[in-house]
């Protein structure tokens, strides 16, 4: 009876266990591919439809459990993994399931399969630039204090050369007797002097120069500041405009590692990050 009771225990315990294959599969939690439900506290996700479908295929049971470290696989400069690939290498598991990047240094320890997200690859988001329309743009070609300046220096030249004008005894207004027989006669009061250098800085000229020599002197000297800022301005209008349009959107990872003006911070670890981690090896190698 004893021997009866045995056998049927035994006999018991050996139907518990089937014949199906059954893996240890490691996994790390990334929403919305795998993840655990919070209300129900079972696995959910891409990964898992997947894995539920080559189950039903294929036949075969697995425990689920998540890389004790938390992260994906990285080896430091020992050479030594850590992630799910420690957990593969150590044959702790079987199978890592989850979005794990193929590297050729993974590559090196385990296999992976095809890719099921590997059309998309690495993404970049920027914020679209925002072009600003204005009827004022060719005034941020200088900057604001210099536009000051070249104000001040219009209404400083105009009232010197209005006093000049006015109290020098050789001017046309001092001197009519003078000057009777010339052709221009031109009385530089106020609103003369700024009408005068307002026109003295465009191709069109100022017109009829002052009679008398420090007026004149005033005149050549404000005729050569005005050549200085239109030739100025010019040259930085050529150059605003040149740099506008040779500003190349950032299209890829090469645009990005190349320019300077973008600041950037990948995910560490991550494909993004060996291949910045590269990138700069490469530069340092390179400046050596």
Known sequence: MKFYHSLITAYETVDSHTAITSFRIVTVQIAPFIYINETTHEW???????????????????????????????????????????????????????????????????????????????????????????????????????????????????????IFDRWSPYSYQNNREKYKDDEEKRVFHLKECLWFCMTSLTPQGGGEAPKNLSGRLVAATWWLFGFIIIASYTANLAAYLTVARLEQPIESLDDLSKQYKVQYSPIKPSEAYTYFKRMAAIEDKFYE
């Open 44 to 162: 959910q996700g891409y990964c898992i439809d997947l894995l539920t479908e080559i189950q039903g295929i294929m036949n075969f049971e697995y425990e689920l459990y998540e890389s004790p470290d938390g992260n994906f696989g990285a080896m430091n400069e020992q050479g030594e993994w850590n992630g799910m690939i420690k957990e593969l290498i150590d044959k702790r598991a079987d199978i890592a399931l989850g979005t794990l990047s193929v590297m050729a240094e993974r590559e090196n320890v385990v296999d992976f399969t095809v890719p099921y997200y590997d059309l998309v690859g690495i993404s970049i988001l920027i914020r679209k630039k925002k072009e600003e329309t204005s009827l004022f743009n060719f005034l941020t070609v200088l900057n604001r204090t210099v536009w000051l300046c070249i104000l001040g220096a219009y209404f400083f030249t105009s009232f010197l050369m209005w």
